[in-house]
């Protein structure tokens, strides 16, 4: 078994959990190498000098699975680029929520359970963005979370037309408007007002952010709805696509952003039987009275 670790040196200082870990499984029999995330050539952060890193495309490559350190953010880039090669994803919690991680670092020693089998892989459903526009396709990319649509710094709301397999589901004016996954709904979309939403299940949602209007609600459609927000006029307005928190790019005018389920999946590895509700409770604070 070929296990590549992949650890955040931001959240991990002197990445002491990723060697943690990286011993625990060579202790159980396990094959290890590490690649970092980003590059770090224009980074003042430091990492131990000992360590080697392979290039992410090379340690990747024949693995069998990925281990990665951090925070959701950490672990949703790392699904994507895990997902080119068909490989599983557990991430261990070092940001301060985590609902995607599997581990928290006092876990390391269950890491040696992969050997044993004693696993079971989950598999979450992505969406294909897309961004048309006068009839071209100009940006695409893979949503694990949540496609974002926002206005920008200036405090001007923006118009926004929402269909299904073309059929309108809403106008909504505001700040913008929010379509996600499952997995996406104890993200962005929650604080938005959506609702949460079992990470297994299939469903898109759509949730407006700030909405100008007494009538918008969030919706949940089916998983096969083709879904299509389309911009009103952005004179001396700004608006911007972002997915899955990563660099927003600017829309314009009639631009029109499509999504749909993806044949894509990506793949978390479950090692504990901690259920979505225990998580959800323990992440956002609540305790039984």
């Known amino acids: 078994m070929r296990i590549v670790l992949s650890p955040n040196p931001y959240r991990d200082k002197g990445l002491k ?12 029999g396990v094959e290890t190498c590490m690649c970092l995330p980003f590059d770090l050539e224009q980074s003042s952060v430091e990492v131990p000098g000992h360590l080697r890193f392979l290039p992410e495309e090379e340690a990747l490559q024949g693995a069998d699975m990925l281990v990665c350190f951090g925070g959701d953010g950490t672990i949703l880039h790392a699904a994507k680029d895990a997902q080119n090669h068909g490989l599983p994803v557990l ?49 695409r990319d893979l949503a694990l979370n949540d496609a974002v649509i926002t206005k920008g710094a200036v405090a001007r709301i923006i118009d926004l037309d ?10 909504f004016p505001g700040d913008g408007i929010i379509v996600s996954t499952p997995t996406g709904s104890t993200a962005y979309a929650m604080s938005a007002g959506g609702p949460i939403v079992e990470p297994t ?19 949940v459609l089916d998983r096969n709805r083709s879904v299509a927000v389309k911009m009103g006029k952005l004179t001396r307005k700004t608006a911007y696509l972002s997915v899955d928190g990563g660099k927003a790019f600017r829309l314009g005018s009639s631009d029109q952003v499509e999504l749909h389920r993806s044949r894509s999946r990506a793949k978390l590895v479950r090692l504990t039987n901690r259920s979505f509700y225990t998580i959800v409770n323990q992440k956002l604070g609540r305790t039984d009275r």
């Open 17 to 28: 959990a990723a060697q943690a870990a990286e011993k625990v499984l060579r202790e159980a």
């Open 91 to 139: 991430g261990v919690n070092l940001g301060s929520v985590g609902f995607m991680a599997e581990l928290e670092t006092s876990e390391l020693a269950l890491l040696a359970k992969l050997t044993q089998g004693k696993y079971r892989l989950e598999e979450r459903m992505m969406l294909d963005v897309a961004v048309r526009r006068e009839g071209k396709t100009i940006y």
């Open 162 to 171: 929402v269909k299904a397999d073309g059929v309108l589901v809403g106008r």
């Open 201 to 219: 299940a299939e469903n898109i949602l759509v949730t407006p952010i700030c909405p100008h209007a007494l009538h918008a609600r969030s919706f």
